[in-house]
């Protein structure tokens, strides 16, 4: 049984910064891409930042690029999204993501 537990989450004015962490508990030793997705109210979720084992490929919506980045620590068993640059927009519940298993989401709430 794999756990995600995501922090990080608060209330930040537009321009500000939160760094996001997703730490994995259980079968930890599969190799695994992990995902950040976010769903704002009223919208679908949406796919925001997925980084490879390796850390050595990556992808970002075109929403965050340049702004968000994503690592890993696999010693820690731990996911991070940096965020820069907040926007309003961002404003959403962020959710780590591994396989077919999500956590329970933290919220950003970005103040314009």
């Known amino acids: 049984q794999v756990q995600l537990v995501e922090s990080g989450g608060g209330l930040v004015q537009a321009g500000g910064s939160l760094r996001l962490s997703c730490v994995v508990s259980g079968r930890t030793a599969s190799r695994y891409v992990m995902g950040w997705y976010r769903r704002a109210p009223g919208k679908e979720r949406e796919k925001v930042a997925t980084?490879?084992?390796?850390?050595?490929?990556?992808y970002y919506a075109d929403s965050v690029k340049g702004r968000f980045t994503i690592s890993r620590d696999n010693a820690k068993n731990t996911v991070y999204l940096q965020m820069n640059s907040l926007k309003f927009e961002d404003t959403a519940v962020y959710y780590c993501n591994r396989g077919s298993t999500w956590g329970q989401g933290t919220q950003v709430t970005v103040s314009s």
């Open positions: 980084i490879s084992w390796s850390g050595g490929t990556t």
